[in-house]
Nanobody
Framework: QVQLVESGGGLVQAGASLRLSCAIS????????LAWFRQAPGQERIFVAT????????YYLDAVKGRFTISRDTAKNAVYLQMTSLKPEDTATYYC??????????????????WGQGTQVTVSS
């Protein structure tokens, strides 16, 4: 059974940092893109960052460029999202996901086959 399990969310003040982790079990994701999406209450789930499992190429939502860093550890079968200079507008549930499409094009939820259950990030002003 394939599982993606997120952790690391929490309540922080604006300007703080958090590191989200996504532990993958049941398979490996060679030739896939791994991504982080987020969804705020009443809003659509949107792409935040994606990474190519094979070569590590990364792509980001403009609003998080320079503040967030996505990475993967192929030995640990895990993906991470380092978030710095957090803002109240970053408040959302963050989801880890895997797509068979290339990271360059995999920016929509419909491109992703596997999802975690999400972890809540709340940033207070």
């Amino acid at each position: 059974q394939v599982q993606l399990v997120e952790s690391g969310g929490g309540l922080v003040q604006a300007g703080a940092s958090l590191r989200l982790s996504c532990a993958i079990s049941g398979r490996t994701f060679e030739n896939h893109a791994l991504a982080w999406f987020r969804q705020a209450p009443g809003q659509e789930r949107i792409f935040v960052a994606t990474i190519s499992w094979n070569d590590g190429d990364t792509y980001y939502l403009d609003a998080v460029k320079g503040r967030f860093t996505i990475s993967r550890d192929t030995a640990k079968n895990a993906v991470y999202l380092q978030m710095t200079s957090l803002k109240p507008e970053d408040t959302a549930t963050y989801y880890c996901a895997a797509s068979p499409f290339a990271a360059l094009v995999a920016k929509m939820p419909g491109h992703y086959d596997f999802w975690g259950q999400g972890t809540q990030v709340t940033v207070s002003s």
